[in-house]
C-alpha cells in the first residue's frame, strides 16, 4: 500500500487517508459504522454478505465498502434512506432461512447478526421459507458445529488457509446446498479454534465451553491457552 496522502469525504467530513486504504476500514477508524458479515481485516474478500454498501459519489449504484480501495476526492455516504433500505434487505435474505433459536444459542448475546438486528430494530419478514434445519455435530473434540446457523461468510474457511496454512475446513456443495465442514472425518488440524473465534453466529462454536454458561455471565481476563505449545 501507498504511503501518499489523500483526501476523501465521509459524510460531509474530509478526512486524510493513506491512499489504497480499504475504504469500510477507514469509514470504521473515522467513527462511521459500516455493518459487515463476511468481511475481516487481514483476510481475503469475500464480498459476499452485502451489508457494507455505501454510496460514493459518480458512482451509478450502491458500492461494497470492503472491496473499494480509497481514492483522491472521493465523496462517500454510509448513511441515508436507501443505504439502510438495502443493508435490511440484505439482512433480511440472511434470516429467511435462519433458525430462531437465539434463546438457546451459545453466541447469544455476542452474534453478530443478533446485535445488528437488535441495533436496527424490528425488520420487516416478507419471506415464508423453511426454517434451516440440520443436526448439530463435532468436527473434532474442541470445534462443536451447527451448521442450521451458517450464514456462508467463509470467514471459517479463510482463517484456517490464510491464517494456519492448514486448510482443514472447508465450503461443500452449491447454491443452497452448501456447508462447512472438513474432507472427511474429524478436523485435521492443529485445534488452534481460530475458526471459532471468527465465526460471527452460532455455527462453529467451542465444544468444550458449550452449554456451560451465557456470555453475559463470564468475567474477562488475561490469560494463556494451555491447549498446546503455542502459548496464544
Known amino acids: 500500500?501507498?504511503?501518499?496522502?489523500?483526501?476523501?469525504?465521509?459524510?460531509?467530513?474530509?478526512?486524510?487517508?493513506?491512499?489504497?486504504?480499504?475504504?469500510?476500514?477507514?469509514c470504521?477508524?473515522?467513527?462511521?459504522?459500516v455493518p459487515s458479515f463476511c468481511y475481516y481485516s487481514d483476510l481475503a474478500l469475500?464480498?459476499?454478505?452485502?451489508?457494507?454498501?455505501?454510496?460514493?459519489?459518480?458512482?451509478?449504484?450502491?458500492?461494497?465498502?470492503?472491496?473499494?480501495?480509497?481514492?483522491?476526492?472521493?465523496?462517500?455516504?454510509?448513511e441515508s434512506d436507501e443505504i439502510e433500505k438495502a443493508r435490511r434487505g440484505m439482512v433480511e435474505f440472511l434470516l429467511a432461512?435462519?433458525?430462531?433459536?437465539?434463546?438457546?444459542?451459545?453466541?447469544?448475546g455476542e452474534c453478530e447478526l443478533q446485535e445488528?438486528?437488535?441495533?436496527?430494530?424490528?425488520?420487516e419478514e416478507r419471506f415464508r421459507e423453511r426454517k434451516n434445519y440440520a443436526p448439530e455435530k463435532y468436527l473434532s473434540p474442541v470445534v462443536?458445529?451447527?451448521p442450521q446457523r451458517c450464514i456462508l461468510c467463509k470467514r471459517c474457511t479463510r482463517v484456517?488457509?490464510?491464517?494456519?496454512?492448514?486448510?482443514?475446513i472447508e465450503a461443500g456443495g452449491r447454491g443452497v446446498n452448501t456447508v462447512i465442514g472438513t474432507y472427511g472425518g474429524w478436523l485435521n488440524c492443529s485445534q488452534c479454534g481460530n475458526c471459532i473465534e471468527v465465526c460471527p453466529t452460532g455455527?462453529?462454536?467451542?465444544?468444550?465451553?458449550?452449554?456451560?454458561?451465557?456470555?453475559?455471565?463470564?468475567?474477562?481476563?488475561?490469560?494463556?491457552?494451555?491447549?498446546?505449545?503455542?502459548?496464544?
Not at 450502491?62 to 473499494?68: A, E, K, M, N, Y
Not at 445488528?116 to 425488520?123: A, T
Not at 468444550?208 to 494451555?226: D, F, G, V
Open 203 to 232: 455455527t462453529l462454536l467451542d465444544a468444550t465451553y458449550r452449554h456451560q454458561a451465557r456470555p453475559w455471565e463470564l468475567s474477562q481476563t488475561i490469560t494463556t491457552c494451555t491447549f498446546c505449545s503455542d502459548g496464544c
Open 1 to 26: 500500500m501507498s504511503t501518499e496522502s489523500i483526501k476523501i469525504t465521509i459524510n460531509g467530513t474530509d478526512y486524510q487517508v493513506e491512499k489504497g486504504a480499504r475504504l469500510i476500514d477507514v
Open 97 to 108: 432461512n435462519h433458525p430462531l433459536d437465539c434463546p438457546v444459542c451459545d453466541r447469544g
Open 144 to 146: 462443536a458445529n451447527d
Open 46 to 78: 469475500q464480498a459476499s454478505c452485502r451489508t457494507c454498501l455505501v454510496r460514493i459519489e459518480k458512482m451509478p449504484k450502491l458500492q461494497t465498502s470492503c472491496t473499494i480501495t480509497c481514492t483522491d476526492g472521493m465523496v462517500v455516504t454510509t
Open 28 to 33: 470504521r477508524t473515522n467513527g462511521h459504522s
Open 116 to 123: 445488528m438486528v437488535f441495533d436496527w430494530g424490528g425488520l
Open 160 to 168: 484456517c488457509d490464510e491464517w494456519m496454512g492448514e486448510d482443514a
